[in-house]
């Protein structure tokens, strides 16, 4: 369903958790969680959800790239919804998945300050080139079971019974 941003900014859902991934095959193919949304970000530009006063109450999870821009959108997230979490965007994901590294071709170069430990750590060694040049791991290369292993753990890390 699409929505512009007055319409959603108004919704009154019964949701715990909110999701938010930034490829649309990720987002239709999201598993199933009870009391839960999929939104598809697509890139930079998160005004739109700042209206929307209604997430602050939930938890908020966002999945991009494995890339310094990947990061730089959870960045400019967590500006507006300091709480969200990332999910998937971190260094055993980005390990694991070496098969399917790709190239990313203009990385981001400036200094994030709102991400967390990890993922600065992990932001920093892409930027800088540490683990491969332009290294990125785009989310659609991420094995179903993966995801949907990482997906329980998360769930069952909050007692939440509703995956």
Request: proline letters at 2%; charged letters at 25%; hydrophobic letters at 40%.
């Amino acid at each position: 369903m699409s929505l512009d941003a007055g319409s959603f900014s108004r919704l009154q859902l019964a949701v715990k958790r909110v999701f938010i991934t930034e490829n649309e095959t990720n987002f239709l193919a999201f598993p199933p969680v009870r009391n839960a949304i999929v939104i598809f970000g697509a890139g930079y530009g998160w005004a739109v959800l700042a209206r929307s006063h209604w997430l602050k109450q939930c938890a908020m999870h966002y999945w991009g790239d494995i890339d310094t821009h990947g990061f730089g959108i959870l960045d400019q997230l967590r500006g507006h919804f300091e709480h969200v979490e990332s999910f998937l965007m971190d260094r055993a994901t980005l390990d694991a998945h070496a098969a399917v590294w790709g190239n990313e071709d203009k990385p981001l170069r400036v200094d994030l300050r709102r991400l967390r430990f990890e993922e600065s750590a992990l932001y920093d060694d892409l930027r800088d080139n540490r683990i491969r040049v332009g290294l990125r791991l785009e989310q659609e290369y991420i094995g179903f079971q993966w995801v949907n292993d990482r997906l329980q753990k998360l769930l069952d890390g909050s007692g939440d019974p509703d995956f």
